[in-house]
């Protein structure tokens, strides 16, 4: 079955790290880049990350630039998001998405909520 | 990365069409041919509707269309059904020094 299964959400305080998963499956992971997309409770969707196919590209938005890292292990298809300082404003739903070119995300997870709050 | 603009709502009766605006700047919208739209019904994950402008992807109905002008896109949804009812949201590719934005969101009411 083609799918994405993000994991790894929670609740945090503020200042404190996560780390998020997005396990592939179904189709060749290796071939696609996948991003991280978020949106804030009753809020719209935000960009948050990419990563290219093999690993060597990576952008961030600039709300969480320096602070979240983007990762992946193609040999385990899965997909990773380092949060670190986390803040109050990056309480969402994460989900990961796979592109088909440039921002064309076919397939979504169903999405890892992150809570930041004391 | 400030987000693309769009209305906040929109409606239209049963086979009645409607179409939603996603203004951006000539970084993004106007410069490259890379605009995607996302249907999402509450609690679910977005669905890609349209990319590349006006590309639709398989299993979509061609009553979803995508064009654009200058630094303005649009989706159109012609033969308004109730299924359609949800929230819209543009996306467009900003070049290595922004890469991706999404618009603020359309609710989309069938009355």
């Known amino acids: 079955q083609v799918q994405l299964v993000e994991s790894g959400g929670g609740v945090v305080q503020p200042g404190r790290s996560l780390r998020l998963s997005c396990a592939a499956s179904g189709f060749s992971f290796s071939s696609f880049g996948i991003h991280w997309v978020r949106q804030a409770p009753g809020k719209g969707l935000e960009w948050v990350s990419v990563?290219?196919?093999?690993?060597?590209?990576?952008y961030y938005a600039d709300s969480v630039k320096g602070r979240f890292i983007i990762s992946r292990d193609n040999s385990k298809n899965t997909l990773y998001l380092q949060m670190n300082t986390l803040r109050a404003e990056d309480t969402a739903v994460y989900f990961c998405?796979?592109?088909?070119?440039?921002?064309?995300?076919?397939?979504w997870g169903r999405g890892t909520l992150v809570t930041v709050s004391s | 990365q400030s987000a693309l603009t769009q209305p906040p709502s929109a409606s239209g009766s049963p086979g009645q069409s409607v179409t939603i605006s996603c203004t951006g700047t000539?970084?993004?919208?106007?410069?490259?041919?890379?605009v995607s739209w996302y249907q999402q019904h509450p609690g679910k994950a977005p669905k890609l509707m349209i990319f590349e402008v006006s590309k639709r992807p398989s299993g979509v109905p061609d009553r979803f269309s995508g064009s654009k002008s200058g630094n303005t896109a649009s989706l159109t949804v012609s033969g308004l059904q109730a299924e359609d009812e949800a929230d819209y949201y543009c996306s467009s590719y900003g070049g290595s020094n922004k890469f991706g934005v999404f618009g603020s969101g359309t609710k989309v009411t069938v009355l």
């Open positions: 000539s970084s993004d919208v106007g410069g490259y041919n890379y």
């Open positions: 990563i290219s196919y093999d690993g060597n590209e990576k």
């Open positions: 998405a796979r592109d088909m070119g440039r921002l064309d995300f076919d397939l």
